[in-house]
């Protein structure tokens, strides 16, 4: 059988990302090149991601990325079957820098342009590693999003909580910069809090004791907002305890919540063992990865962490959301409006600001 090659592209928010992936006759799919060029330095000294400076950094290395990742998979670009790009959610300008390359290409190329939601990314990605059947549980925590889906199926996507306010990403950033830790904040808490006490500080818990998935982190990075002003200063010390009890609070809320997430699948799947597949930025901590794999003693349940490097915004995972698409002729219009909201499931309420009020 033939292979098929597809080319993917991520601009969603501050990595640049190019990979070529091939799937060949049997069900095999070999990740051919998967190049991230990061913005770290762009947006740093700002604490956070500036959206106009990341559209910009996005257009300056696109082209070359784009060869670059050509020329690791050691293909032309003529053996390329189609191009998939992050369409959405995101920041705007970044979006519009992958998508206009991938409509370039797909023009001059003449093959199939295909618009990717960048949450069906991380819902995949584990599937480049693992051999993971439909269905499965996923708990995505990056940077913009936190949320529990049941992965029924190729595009069929069942979200069963949000964060009604901050991602938890967001909140390791926030109170890393309380701390005065460098960007992004959530290697840096995982580093500080090795040497903390974690039972140091008690912080709030917001919405972990109400049965249901939903999550909620603003009030906790407040809490942390509080005592830091009621301390004179910030001190190694104090970086230390206050990382180790803020990511102590996290596991601890993100374990509760799981547990409702379980028994939710096990209530529509009946099934005995729930997979569940931990994506995103924040998949990457490994204190939070050995509170997870503690879980599987006390719950019929198996966790799947992708490398980190697949955690993380990546071209590879959206090459392979691509080639889903690419198989099912799915493709998209060369006039496709890139969406900076764009939910997986989209019968899913927005529950954020106003939306909470009219849920
Ligand atoms: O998935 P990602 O690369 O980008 C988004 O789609 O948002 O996630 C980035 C987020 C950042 O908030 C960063 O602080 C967090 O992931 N992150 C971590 C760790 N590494 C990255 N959070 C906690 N512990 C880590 N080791
Ligand atoms: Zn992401």
Known sequence: MKKIRILGIESSCDETSVSVIEKDGGKKIRILSNLIKSQLDVHQHFGGVVPELAARAHSEVIDTLINMAVKKAKVKLTEINAVAATSGPGLLGGLLVGVVAAKTLSSVLNIPFIAVNHLEGHALSVRLEHELN???????VSGGHTEFTIINGFNKYNR??????DAVGEAFDKTARVLNLNFPGG?????????????????????????????????????????IKKKKKVNLQLQKDMAASFQKTIADILTKKTTYAIKTFQSNHRKELVPIVVAGGVAANKYLRNVFLKMEKEHNCKFYFPSPKLCTDNGAMIALAGLERYE???????NFKPKPRWPLDKKAKFLKGKGILSA
């Open 328 to 334: 099912r002729k799915m493709f998209s219009k060369l």
């Open 187 to 227: 290697p840096e808490i995982e580093k500080y809090a090795k040497q903390g006490n974690e039972s140091k500080f008690k912080l709030p818990q917001p919405l972990s004791h109400e049965k249901n998935c939903h999550l909620s982190f603003s009030g906790l990075k407040s809490a942390v907002v509080q005592i």
């Open 160 to 165: 069963i909580g949000t964060t009604l306010d």
């Open 134 to 140: 439909f269905p499965y549980l996923l708990l995505l």
